[in-house]
T-cell receptor, first 115, second 109 residues
Framework: ETGVTQTPRHLVMGMTNKKSLKCEQH?????MYWYKQSAKKPLELMFV???????ENNSVPSRFSPECPNSSHLFLHLHTLQPEDSALYLC??????????????FGPGTRLTVL | GQNIDQPTEMTATEGAIVQINCTYQ??????LFWYQQHAGEAPTFLSY??LDGLEEKGRFSSFLSRSKGYSYLLLKELQMKDSASYLC??????????WGAGTKLIIKP
């Protein structure tokens, strides 16, 4: 138990569906992240929020839309996804975004399958 | 470009020692992290090095050479529960983590 929870753990959706992934951290951290993890590939950073403000958006397609209503909650809204978007989506949090305070605590992930 | 290289897979025997290497090329450098990820689980933090040298934490040690762009994770007295993927990540000048693809470590009895 890392103090970061994600729901749902598994999600199967069609290309025309709209769904949302939820992440919550109970660590009092200020920064939250969304990553995509595909088999045998490096973790891909998607979005970073620091003190609720988006600080990174690594050329992510607009069919992925993040939302950070407060420092403890992070959402990833999904719509009109493609089969190649199937992957493990990991949420993480850290105390800050520089130096050793960038130690990130990960949630268990949402295994997404797009049909 | 920025790049992290680590072996895809390694095999070792229970009770033995294994060294997982990682080389990095980043725009600036603000430290190197190692994470452990068991299959189907979240990555968990193992170590952070920013200065040259060896840092020991129980059975696990991590080494960094900034001049060579090189790090390794050393696991001693291997146990079956150490079977996992080990992720190397370097922090660049913008404090962004650049991740390797991970090394899958298989422990045999």
């Amino acid at each position: 138990e890392t103090g970061v929870t994600q729901t749902p753990r598994h999600l199967v959706m069609g290309m025309t569906n709209k769904k949302s992934l939820k992440c919550e951290q109970h660590l009092g951290h200020n920064a939250m992240y969304w990553y995509k993890q595909s088999a045998k590939k490096p973790l891909e950073l998607m979005f970073v929020y620091n003190f609720k403000e988006q600080t990174e958006n690594n050329s992510v397609p607009s069919r992925f839309s993040p939302e950070c209503p407060n420092s403890s909650h992070l959402f990833l809204h999904l719509h009109t996804l493609q089969p190649e978007d199937s992957a493990l989506y990991l949420c993480a949090s850290s105390q800050g975004t520089s130096g050793s305070v960038n130690e990130q605590f990960f949630g268990p992930g949402t295994r997404l399958t797009v049909l | 470009g920025q790049n992290i290289d680590q072996p895809t897979e390694m095999t070792a025997t229970e009770g033995a020692i294994v060294q997982i290497n990682c080389t990095y090329q980043t725009s600036g450098f603000n430290g190197l992290f190692w994470y452990q990820q068991h299959a189907g689980e979240a990555p968990t933090f193992l170590s952070y090095n920013v200065l040259d040298g060896l840092e020991e934490k129980g059975r696990f040690s991590s080494f960094l050479s900034r001049s060579k762009g090189y790090s390794y994770l050393l696991l001693k007295e291997l146990q079956m529960k150490d079977s996992a993927s080990y992720l190397c990540a370097a922090m660049d000048s913008n404090y962004q983590l650049i991740w390797g693809a991970g090394t899958k470590l298989i422990i045999k009895p």
